[in-house]
C-alpha cells in the first residue's frame, strides 16, 4: 500500500525558513518523481514544486521560485521542502504527491497534508 | 503561471449529466495532452480522476469521462450520484517540470 507522510509544519514568523519532509512507502520510491502541492485554507490547490526520480529535473510555481527547494533522498525514500524568507501567503497545507512515472505524470496518490501557518 | 479558469459552481440533479470546463492557454491546455483532473471531498486529500486528458486510473467509474478542444478541458460527469458531491480541480503540464491547477469548481448534487 502507498503511504505518503508528512512531517516539519507549524507556526513559523514572516522571514524565517522551514523545512518539510515526506516519508514514503509501499513503493520503489526511486522509480517516481514525486511533487509538493499546497492548499491555503479555503482556496484551492496550487503546485509548489517537483523533482525527477534522480533530480536531474526540478520545477517550481512561479510565486516560491528563489525562496524554496525540494529534494530527495532516495536511499532513505525521502522527500524534502526548504522553504525559505516565508510570507503569510505561504500558510497552507502542504501536500506531498506521488507521480505516476516521469516528473510530466499525473498525481496518482497524495499524503494527508502538514500544516504550516507563517504569522507574526 | 496563472491559474487556469473554471466555474466556481455547477449543479445537478440525481441521474443527471454535467459539464466542468477549465480553461488555459496556448502554453499550458493547448500544447499538451497532459489535462488531469481531480476530485477532492472536504478534509479529505485529492483524488485522480482522469488523466492525459480522457483516461481513467483504475477503479474509477466509467461515469466519469474528460475531453480538451484548444486551450479548453473538459470533465464531464454523467449518471451524477450523491457521492459525486465535491470539489473538482483540472491540472495541467506547462512546460519546464511545471504544472497549474485549475480554481477548482464545486460540485453539488440537488
Known amino acids: 500500500e502507498v503511504q505518503l507522510v508528512e512531517s516539519g509544519g507549524g507556526l513559523v514568523q514572516p522571514g524565517r525558513s522551514l523545512r518539510l519532509s515526506c516519508a514514503a512507502s509501499g513503493f520503489t520510491f526511486d522509480d517516481y518523481a514525486m511533487h509538493w502541492v499546497r492548499q491555503a485554507p479555503g482556496k484551492g490547490l496550487e503546485w509548489v514544486s517537483g523533482?525527477?526520480?534522480?533530480?536531474?529535473?526540478?520545477g517550481y510555481a512561479d510565486s516560491v521560485k528563489g525562496r524554496f527547494t525540494i529534494s530527495r533522498d532516495n536511499a532513505k525514500n525521502s522527500l524534502y521542502l526548504q522553504m525559505n524568507s516565508l510570507r503569510a501567503e505561504d500558510t497552507a497545507l502542504y501536500y506531498c504527491a506521488k507521480s505516476a512515472g516521469g516528473v510530466i505524470a499525473p498525481f496518482d496518490y497524495w499524503g494527508q497534508g502538514t500544516l504550516v501557518t507563517v504569522s507574526s | 503561471q496563472s491559474a487556469l479558469t473554471q466555474p466556481a459552481s455547477v449543479s445537478g440533479s440525481p441521474g443527471q449529466s454535467i459539464t466542468i470546463s477549465c480553461t488555459g492557454t496556448s502554453s499550458d491546455v493547448g500544447s499538451y495532452n497532459l489535462v488531469s483532473w481531480y476530485q477532492q471531498h472536504p478534509g479529505k486529500a485529492p483524488k485522480l480522476m482522469i488523466y492525459e486528458v480522457s483516461k481513467r486510473p483504475s477503479g474509477v467509474s466509467n461515469r466519469f469521462s474528460g475531453s480538451k478542444s484548444g486551450n479548453t478541458a473538459s470533465l464531464t460527469i454523467s449518471g451524477l450520484q450523491a457521492e459525486d458531491e465535491a470539489d473538482y480541480y483540472c491540472?495541467?503540464?506547462?512546460?519546464?517540470?511545471?504544472?497549474?491547477f485549475g480554481t477548482g469548481t464545486k460540485v453539488t448534487v440537488l
Open positions: 523533482i525527477s526520480w534522480n533530480s536531474g529535473s526540478i
Open positions: 491540472c495541467s503540464y506547462a512546460g519546464s517540470s511545471t504544472f497549474v
